[in-house]
């Protein structure tokens, strides 16, 4: 084989070993993949949603951390967290009681348009929020404290 084909073999390796973990974190905490686990598993996520309001506690949906019924009845639930003390970022996906969606730092705040959705960011500090819709009455989340 030719030395040419031999080092573009080479870099095309290199590239996938490199940017396929790369490409896979990106998207692990994305809304698209938010929204993909809603989709096909659309039937689990609300049993479980109608359950954790009815005081069940059922098993989770594949990828949830955690789930539970935050203030004013929103039910949520944790798909993932990255970073290490102040620099961390939370997200998740909630089951909105309307179609309007919901600020997950709370129902005091003032929601912006950003890009496809909603942030708020604390005045005072670094804490901010973002929600985006990903599916009828289910939204994404993502803080960062």
């Not at 938010?34 to 949603?49: G, H, N, P, T, Y």
Request: hydrophobic share 45%; aromatic share 16%.
């Amino acid at each position: 084989m030719k030395k040419w084909k031999k080092r573009a073999i080479g870099l095309l390796i290199a590239a996938l070993v490199i940017g396929l973990p790369i490409g896979v974190f990106r998207f692990w905490g994305s809304p698209a993949w938010a929204s993909l686990l809603v989709r096909l598993q659309r039937e689990k996520f609300d049993a479980a949603a109608d359950a954790l309001l009815a005081g069940e506690n059922p098993e989770a949906p594949f990828g949830v951390i955690e789930q539970y019924v935050a203030e004013g009845g929103v039910v949520t639930f944790d798909l993932g967290a990255w970073g290490i003390g102040p620099a961390t970022s939370y997200w998740g996906v909630y089951r909105a009681l309307s179609p309007a969606g919901y600020a997950i730092m709370g129902d005091n705040v003032d929601l912006s348009p950003d890009g496809g959705g909603w942030s708020w960011q604390d005045p005072s500090g670094d804490n901010k929020c973002y929600t985006q819709a990903v599916a009828d009455r289910w939204w994404y989340w993502r803080a960062w404290f």
